[in-house]
């Protein structure tokens, strides 16, 4: 299973990609993390890792190569990929969680993401998983990724929905756009206080006509480990990934 993880800039996309991944490796699973953003640079410190793989871009020859391989049809050469495929300066693994990450712009001027945009969209069709592995990739904010079509080779979009009405707007716009690919979308609500609010923003979204699969609580644990560049694990909101990644876990295995 390919999972995207999306949603508004600062929702929580990032946290709960790792708080999955963790609960994910605590059941044995092998998981395969893809930092498909191309701004923040700090997922591999709230996975654990001292430092973050190089990116597939360089695999591929850098940027401007990339660019120049983008005219001819084929970037990557091979029709499917396993994690087995990425050589270690690019994959960086620890106890079953892996992670890659397609390119950072790192340089004022040096012209737009798009070739990133293609390499992610590429990268995540052509991967194929293991039988004990899934993929989680953290997107960037917002949903130009849906118009550079990297969530085609996705098989279930996460939503990450705050208490604020922008994260509301963009859920729908969000829903709307992903019902045109025919792909599902499953909300989960993240820092939620009270139970009032979680039932306020669940029923905000309804009216959308967005299911939610999970709520995850504003944690103290996560917001200090955030604040430290430490890993996320153990309290609440890890508890509430762990329920979320066994939904999910639990229909992928229905519809098999
Ligand atoms: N469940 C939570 N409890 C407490 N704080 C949280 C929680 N989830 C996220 N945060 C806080 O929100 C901040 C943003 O989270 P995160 O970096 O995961 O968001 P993001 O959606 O990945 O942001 P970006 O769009 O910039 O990539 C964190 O630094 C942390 O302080
Ligand atoms: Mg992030």
């Known amino acids: 299973m390919k999972i995207s993880v999306c949603g508004k800039g ?3 996309k990032s946290a709960l990609t790792t708080l999955l991944a963790n609960q994910a490796v605590s059941r044995g699973l092998g998981v395969l993390v893809v930092d498909s953003d191309e701004s923040n640079s700090g997922l591999f410190k709230m996975l654990g890792f001292e430092n973050p793989p190089v990116p597939l871009m360089e695999l ?3 940027k401007k190569k990339l660019k120049e391989k983008m005219r001819h049809t084929n970037i990557l050469a091979e029709s499917h990929l ?3 495929d990425i050589p270690p300066p690019h994959l960086i693994s620890r106890n079953g969680l892996m992670l890659v990450s397609i390119g950072k712009i790192l340089q004022a001027l040096e012209g737009c993401a798009c070739p990133m945009g293609v390499l992610s969209r590429e990268f995540l069709k052509k991967l194929r998983l293991g039988e004990n592995e899934i993929a989680i990739v953290d997107m960037e904010a ?9 969530d085609e080779g996705i098989d279930r979009v996460l939503l990450v929905v705050e208490p604020s009405f922008e994260s509301i707007v963009l859920a729908a716009k969000i829903k709307g756009i992903a019902a045109g690919m025919n792909r599902a979308v499953s909300a989960v609500l993240n820092k939620i206080d009270s139970e009032k609010i979680a039932h306020k923003l669940e029923s905000e979204l309804k009216t959308r006509d967005i299911e939610v699969i999970g709520i995850v609580p504003n944690d103290p644990l996560v917001f200090e480990a955030c604040l430290e560049g430490r890993t996320l694990g153990g309290g609440e909101a890890f508890n509430a990934a ?3 990644l066994g939904n999910l876990l639990s229909e ?4 098999d």
Do not use: P, Y
């Open 142 to 150: 917002g949903v130009e990724h849906f118009g550079r079509g990297i």
């Open 252 to 255: 992928n295995r229905d519809t």
């Open 60 to 62: 591929l020859g850098g």
């Open 82 to 84: 396993s994690s087995k």
């Open 10 to 12: 600062g929702s929580g």
């Open 242 to 244: 762990g329920k979320i």
